[in-house]
């Protein structure tokens, strides 16, 4: 199979130059000369494998030309939107690295992938209650929901399904979630949740975008009025490798990405937010000048200049910063807070974030006329997308980078550290933006070592990772919690146009552990052994996931993405890399037990990337990272 899993777990699309419409431009590349490796990402297609690829040309016109050249050289040309300055492809090193030679060619690099962000009073919470009380509900706004599609039906939309697109990957081993199959659909039915390929054992995978819409604009939702638009952007990848054990999982690619939005830029109706609860890598700062940043900015801007804010994800790692592409100074970063007003003890933080909104135990929609209870960051999100739906509709021709301000400006700030520094990140109250309310009294949070992995322990199983009896070990310290008593809110009751029926438990989120164990490879072995060790496998399979995010040597170049793969590379000895493909496995599992510091480790992995390493340079690396330990 040619498709191969890329850095952040996410998925691919693979459109014909016939079926794509003519979107806004991509920004041309600056056609400057130079030499083909250069152009190339470091580590790309290393290990002999062929790779899915972004070629980025000088300018749209060059799709012809390039991709004879592409196809004289045997590289597979899986994507060509016409009025875009970028292809995908699919070629192994070498091929890659002689279709750099052309000139009409500035960079190529893997097409990068995004998941969902995993999946109380809310609504109360943040004061949505009293806006629509006032009668401000969205309406004659429109909220554009960029994820797993919707349940195009659910009663708790009201027939205010305003929109609809599909753009899906297609290969081998990646299937289409567009209805009619194919890789791209736009029109009634093109964002359909309940289709056959969205089903798996029973299971229902495209389940999430229905909840965050229901969040966002359902009847019982921040905006009950608002239009909304959904846009299908992820398509069904069934490997075990790649869906860490699962044998299918979902995962958006960034091509996928890049077509949807430049889509939305292209629709006339009046929208108030693109809602992006998905992430990728992590960033401890600003990514704009990022290659990776500078690729979604433009899209963002040129969202923003037509009067369209893009809310995105901050993750749910508990880290002190946040996921792509959520770190792109110009988007609207948001994190999770609980029912108690306190940081949810797994979402993202610092001063990259600019919102926090409720994200622990939210019932919404979700497909075949049902209700369940979710948390995460992808949770949050839709709050504050809704909560710019009802500004923007009581005050349609204040720019929206204004009514982000006042949301800002009006939110319950929320004082803590990150980064070592203090920071203050304020929690929504749409309520006390549209009524004009000062400045409220802030809430300081408690300092906090992390989550624990699953918000519900179960004693007789474990639900978190234990500590191992190493003399330097640290112990958990307890959950989060507000040192200022919250102002209590009204108890209102909020109408909704559905009988909700039982919500089952929420799922745990998947995040970084709190135990901080320095552990050796071999201890880390024995963890991964089949029932050897103390830690369930769910949290070293979320381990797992959380490393394919922050590395970029896991999984795409070992695939040691399940537990059986894992312990073979902690086990490999046998040559140079194979040393310090083990260090630096080891480090990243210290890392998602609880242990900070990646800088290490991040030099480590340019050695390993690198082609040309020389055997005394691999050694130098495993030798960094095992000190690191």
Excluded at 186 to 195: R, Y
Excluded at 489 to 507: D, Y
Aim: net charge negative; glycine share 10%; aromatic share 4%.
């Amino acid at each position: 199979m040619r498709f191969r899993p890329l850095i952040v777990c996410s998925i691919v699309l693979a459109l014909s130059s016939a079926s794509v419409p003519a979107f806004a431009d991509d920004p041309a590349a600056t056609p400057t000369p130079a030499p083909s490796q250069s152009k190339l990402e470091e580590g790309l297609a290393l290990d002999g494998d062929t790779t899915r690829a972004i070629v980025e040309l000088t300018d749209a016109a060059q799709h012809e030309p390039v991709a004879g050249v592409a196809a004289a050289q045997s590289v597979d040309v899986l994507l060509q939107p016409q009025s875009q300055s970028f292809m995908v492809v699919e070629g192994t090193a070498e091929e890659l690295a002689k279709l750099a030679e052309d000139p009409r060619v500035t960079s190529i690099h893997r097409d990068r992938t995004y998941a969902p962000a995993e999946v109380g009073s809310n609504i109360t919470q943040i004061g949505a209650d009293k806006a629509h009380e006032k009668n401000f509900t969205g309406a004659g706004q429109n909220i554009v929901v960029l994820d797993t599609g919707i349940d195009r039906d659910h009663p708790y939309f009201g027939g205010r399904l305003a929109g609809e697109a599909c753009f899906s990957a297609v290969e081998s081993g990646v299937e289409s979630l567009c209805p009619n199959g194919q890789p791209q659909q736009t029109g009634e039915g093109a964002a359909d949740a309940t289709t056959a390929k969205c089903l798996s054992g029973g299971v229902n995978l495209c389940e999430h975008g229905t909840h965050v819409a229901g969040i966002a604009a359902g009847s019982g939702g921040v905006a009950p009025g608002a239009g909304i638009i959904a846009v299908q952007v992820f398509s069904r990848v069934n490997d075990e490798d790649i869906c860490t054990g699962e044998s299918s999982c979902l995962l958006a690619f960034e091509s996928s990405l890049r077509l949807a939005m430049d889509y939305v830029a292209t629709l006339t109706q009046p929208i108030a937010a693109v809602n992006l609860s998905l992430g990728g890598a992590l960033s401890e700062t600003d990514c704009d000048a990022t290659e990776e940043g500078a690729v979604f900015k433009p899209k963002i801007d040129a969202l923003l200049a037509k009067g369209i804010a893009t809310v995105v994800a901050a993750g749910n790692e508990f880290f002190e910063g946040a996921s792509y592409p959520a770190c792109v100074s110009s988007a609207v970063a948001v994190g999770a807070n609980d029912g108690a007003d306190a940081i949810a003890d797994f979402s993202n933080r610092g001063s990259l974030v600019d919102f926090f909104a409720p994200g622990v135990d939210i019932q919404s929609s979700v497909p075949d006329n049902q209700m369940a209870t979710h948390s995460g960051t992808s949770m949050a999100t839709p709050h504050v997308a809704g909560a710019l739906a009802l500004m923007k509709a009581a005050a349609p021709q204040t720019p929206v980078a204004d009514l982000i301000n006042t949301l800002k400006t009006t939110g319950r700030p929320y004082q803590y550290e990150a980064n070592g520094a203090q920071v203050t990140t304020p929690r929504l109250d749409v309520g006390a933006a549209l009524a004009g309310t000062g400045t409220q009294p802030p809430i300081t949070q408690a300092p906090t070592t992390g989550p624990t992995a699953d918000p519900e322990p179960d004693p007789t199983d474990g639900s978190g990772p234990t500590p191992q009896p190493d003399p330097d070990d640290g112990q958990p310290a307890p959950a989060p919690t507000s040192s200022v008593t919250p102002v209590p809110l009204p108890t209102v009751t909020v109408t909704v146009t559905v009988t909700p029926t039982p919500a089952p438990s929420a799922a745990a989120v998947c995040t970084r552990g709190t135990a901080g164990a320095r552990m050796t490879a071999g201890k880390w072995a024995v963890e991964i052994h089949r029932s050897s060790g103390t830690i369930p496998d769910t949290t070293l399979n979320c381990y797992l996931k959380l490393i394919g995010k922050a590395s970029k040597v896991f999984p795409e170049l070992t695939k040691a993405s399940s537990l059986g793969k894992a312990y073979r590379v902690l086990k490999g000895t046998k040559t140079s890399r194979d040393k310090l493909d083990s260090a630096l496995l080891t480090a990243w599992l210290n890392w998602a037990h609880g242990r900070n510091g990646t800088t290490v480790l991040t030099a480590a992995e340019k050695v390993r990337l690198s082609g040309a390493a020389s055997k005394a340079a691999l050694k130098k690396a495993t030798r960094n990272v095992l000190k690191s330990l």
